[in-house]
T-cell receptor, first 117, second 118 residues
Framework: DAGVIQSPRHEVTEMGQEVTLRCKPI?????LFWYRQTMMRGLELLIY????????DSGMPEDRFSAKMPNASFSTLKIQPSEPRDSAVYFC???????????????FGSGTRLTVV | AQKVTQAQTEISVVEKEDVTLDCVYE???????LFWYKQPPSGELVFLIR??????QNEISGRYSWNFQKSTSSFNFTITASQVVDSAVYFC???????????????FGQGTTLQVKP
């Protein structure tokens, strides 16, 4: 099990450019989550999917942010145009739909550190 | 609305001391899950434990133990005989069941930074 895989690990871009973050969830997991971590706001949920369908996108900051999940093994988070205040660490996480396993927890990727200059 | 409060922003201890990280949660749901995650300096989020709302049994795993009390809406985490490698940010989190599903979004506290000095 390779875990949740995110790419790139680091991204530096200029203000106004489009940024695409990628995530591959754990195979068989029905849920996929995108979180953002900043010093000011901590860990906040942006959007989550169930079986590739967006369920709750109320955390998406504004129209510059969009997320897709075209299939069960891939999701993207896109920012267009990017702004310096978007600088943060973006985490992807996945989970199965069954919480019966007591040792289960949401599995997070290693994160993408985005810097917009 | 759901909320998780970790009142301790930073804690500093000397190696081998015991330390307790506090977590208080708010929810009106009767079925929910509580988690602890560790974020070491390398930045990844490492799952430590999950408890279900219907199971108040305390948990011990090596030097780690967790005290879940529904009466006070608390889920505290104790590290016994702390070590330098325990230095990290620790997050408490809450998940309630979404409508007609078995999972929901994870709501995090602000985190407690633990520094263990040699």
């Amino acid at each position: 099990d390779a875990g949740v895989i995110q790419s790139p690990r680091h991204e530096v871009t200029e203000m106004g450019q489009e940024v695409t973050l990628r995530c591959k969830p754990i195979s068989g997991h029905d849920y996929l989550f995108w979180y953002r971590q900043t010093m000011m706001r901590g860990l906040e949920l942006l959007i989550y999917f169930n079986n590739n369908v967006p369920i709750d996108d109320s955390g998406m900051p504004e129209d510059r942010f969009s997320a897709k999940m075209p299939n069960a093994s891939f999701s993207t988070l896109k920012i267009q145009p990017s702004e310096p205040r978007d600088s943060a660490v973006y985490f992807c996480a996945s989970s199965p739909g069954d919480f019966q396993d007591l040792n289960y927890g949401y599995t997070f990727g290693s994160g993408t550190r985005l810097t917009v200059v | 609305a759901q909320k998780v409060t970790q009142a301790q922003t930073e804690i500093s201890v000397v190696e081998k001391e015991d330390v307790t990280l506090d977590c208080v949660y708010e929810t009106r749901d009767t079925t929910y899950y509580l988690f602890w995650y560790k974020q070491p300096p390398s930045g990844e989020l490492v799952f430590l434990i999950r408890r279900n709302s219907f199971d108040e049994q305390n948990e011990i795993s090596g030097r780690y133990s967790w005290n879940f009390q529904k009466s006070t809406s608390s889920f505290n985490f104790t590290i016994t005989a702390s070590q330098v490698v325990d230095s990290a940010v620790y997050f408490c989190a809450l998940s309630v069941l979404a409508f007609s599903s078995n999972t929901g979004k994870l709501i995090f506290g602000q985190g407690t930074t633990l520094q263990v000095k040699p």
